[in-house]
């Protein structure tokens, strides 16, 4: 599915109010992982600044057992505490890394911002190699300032 209908189509969910939060990051969760077939698991992890964890609100896709991740661990914990988009062309070659799932070959972790701080984050897991491009990382940073708008 291209990415201007998927825009208009997060754009729909977003705008539910009569949902919660969660249910709207569950529904856009949902949206890309069966839309896009190199997303092939889709999550959203929030921040607790005082903990410094990660904590998983909203996933398509296979269970995890990682549902909540320290500051500085795995892909996601550093994107945590660098405020900048990871993305991993081949998770295998990275020495910090949290496997979730042995058939994941790539990934992208997209921070979250509200009010210019970093309270959480996109991250999708693919199957395929290396096959997230700027388009993913333009598009994902758009997804997340929509939802920045509803928290
Ligand atoms: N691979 C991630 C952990 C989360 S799972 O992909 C769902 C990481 O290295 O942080």
Redesign the pocket.
Known sequence: MPYKILQQKVSGIISQKSLTVGNRLTQICELLQSSLDFYD?V?FYFANHEQKTLHLKAYAGEE?D?TV?PFG?????QVAVSNQNFVAED?QAQNN????NIN?KA?I?IPLFKDGKNIGQI?I?SNTSNPFTKKDERFLEWVNEQISLIL
């Open positions: 698991w999550g995890t990682h991740i661990k795995g892909i996601c914990g998770v890394y949290i496997a979730c994941v990934e972790v991250d897991d």
